[in-house]
């Protein structure tokens, strides 16, 4: 498995902006995706990024969030630009053995503990 451990969360106002990183520990060769957890909802797939390269993004947040990664330094980053109130929540790290994007939890095999993201009003 991969150790995952995130930052960069806060509060921000919305319209704003945050880039949240993801550090990797362990094994090397896995896809990596970022999800979101709101309370009472269920945790969605937000971005993804596989070990060559391809990238895909959930359909709320195209075209504002861009993922990318630093194999080198085994990190993912999550750039969030235009945030809205919907994008509060909780998000989580995580990797795809199998070094694809991990779009639904069945496919993840490893998760980091959680950034919060508030973006207020």
């Known amino acids: 498995q991969v150790q995952l451990v995130e930052s960069g969360g806060g509060l921000v106002q919305a319209g704003g902006s945050l880039r949240l990183s993801c550090a990797a520990s362990?094994?090397?060769?896995?896809?990596m995706g970022w999800f979101r957890q709101a309370p009472g909802k269920e945790r969605e797939f937000v971005a993804g990024?596989?070990?060559?390269?391809?990238?895909y993004y959930g359909d709320s947040v195209k075209g504002r969030f861009t993922i990318s990664r630093d194999n080198a330094k085994k990190t993912v980053f999550l750039q969030m630009n235009s945030l809205k109130v919907g994008d509060t929540a909780v998000y989580y790290c995580?990797?795809?053995?199998?070094?694809?994007?991990?779009?639904?939890?069945?496919?993840?095999?490893?998760w980091g503990r959680g950034t919060q993201v508030t973006v207020s009003s």
């Open positions: 990024i596989s070990w060559g390269g391809s990238i």
């Open positions: 362990g094994r090397t060769f896995y896809g």
């Open positions: 995580a990797t795809d053995p199998r070094g694809y994007i991990p779009t639904i939890r069945s496919q993840v095999d490893s």
